[in-house]
């Protein structure tokens, strides 16, 4: 009668690993269907250059989707990821340029101004409950208008210090292996990936990141302070947000103030393609490094083929449509 029970209740569990499995591997396929197929629609696709755009498109979403991913597994949602980005990037800017202080204050800086933003947001989310779609609504606005008014609604250049570019353009593994130019970003993606795989894995604040996705009610009753861990995980997010704008600003060796909003829709994207349940307790970290992939994959391909800007949108929000449809499939099914 016990195996019998032992059986029955760890049917649920592993039904879920295969879902989730599945899903893995739905979204791995589909990566390599587009591939596949791009590369026979256009010979330029495979070529090592367009190879490496894809790889550094990834390296800034995917930082940003693996952000995402910790909020949406809490049942939460970060609509302010692309102008934090932004944000970050202006105040390494102002830090680097305007104050003339040396590389390491600008990231810290920018690591630091993410963190303060993640934490806002997950304090009026927790405290003042106020629903994380509009906490962070607001706040994708208050980034967008704050980053215009210290820029001066101008770009800020980095000429003065010219190792900024390093950090996403310069390549480490390139200089170590000859012939394998890879891109710091997209070193810097991995080790983030790495860092918040181990901490959704193996820290507590991983598991209380899940368990409350699962039932947070539940967590509450049994004595756990939420509010204190969900602030953390905002401010974590933001955190790693920070690496996005530092990225970007020096990919293009410049903060572009204007530059930002659209990059959560890619980012959410990422993680719903990636097997994220936008009603939380499911995800990881290597499905939205696959959905993040497809993202960049499609868009560059669109591109190589001459697809207007116009479509390449459209055919974007239908993506996101159909993977939060999958979604809400998946959950049916379960």
């Not at 629903?131 to 208008?145: E, H, Q």
């Not at 690496?243 to 994207?269: F, V």
């Not at 939205?288 to 992939?293: C, H, K, N, S, V």
Request: charge should be positive; glycine fraction near 12%; aromatic fraction near 6%.
């Amino acid at each position: 009668m016990s195996s019998l029970d032992t059986a029955s209740s760890a049917s649920p569990a592993a039904r879920a690993l295969r879902s989730r499995a599945h899903q893995k591997l739905w979204a791995f396929a589909s990566l390599i269907v587009l591939v596949v197929g791009f590369s026979l629609a256009s010979p330029n696709f495979l070529q090592m250059t367009n190879i490496i755009a894809i790889l550094q498109a990834t390296s800034v979403n995917g930082v940003l989707a693996i952000a995402a991913t910790l909020v949406i597994i809490t049942g939460g949602i970060d609509l302010s990821v692309g102008t934090l980005m932004t944000f970050t990037a202006v105040i390494a800017g102002v830090v680097l340029t305007y104050a003339g202080l040396p590389l390491p204050f600008g990231v810290v800086a920018a690591l630091a101004t993410g963190a303060f933003c993640g934490f806002c947001s997950g304090t009026a989310i927790a405290k003042l409950k106020i629903p994380p779609f509009i906490a962070t609504l607001g706040m994708m606005l208050i980034l967008k208008g704050l980053s215009l008014v210290i820029s001066g609604t101008k770009p800020i250049y980095f000429n003065d210090t010219p190792s900024f570019p390093v950090i996403a353009n310069g390549s480490l593994i390139g200089a170590l292996v000859p012939g394998l130019p890879i891109p710091n970003g997209v070193l810097i993606l991995f080790v983030v990936a790495a860092a918040a795989s181990y901490i959704l894995g193996r820290t507590v604040l991983g598991r209380y990141c899940f368990a409350l996705g699962s039932n947070e009610e539940s967590v509450r009753l049994s004595g756990v302070n939420t509010d204190r861990w969900k602030i953390a995980i905002y401010a974590l997010s933001g955190g790693i947000v920070g690496i996005a704008g530092l990225l970007i600003a020096s990919r293009l060796n410049s903060a572009q103030p204007a530059l930002g909003q659209g990059y959560e829709l890619e980012a959410i994207a990422a993680v719903v393609i990636g097997g994220t349940s936008l009603a939380g307790g499911r995800g990881t970290i290597l499905g939205t490094l696959i959905g993040a992939l497809i993202m960049a994959v499609l868009t560059n391909g669109l591109r190589i083929l001459s697809v207007a800007q116009e479509w390449q949108t459209v055919v974007t929000g239908a993506i996101i449509i159909l993977a939060v449809y999958a979604d809400m499939a998946r959950k049916r099914r379960a």
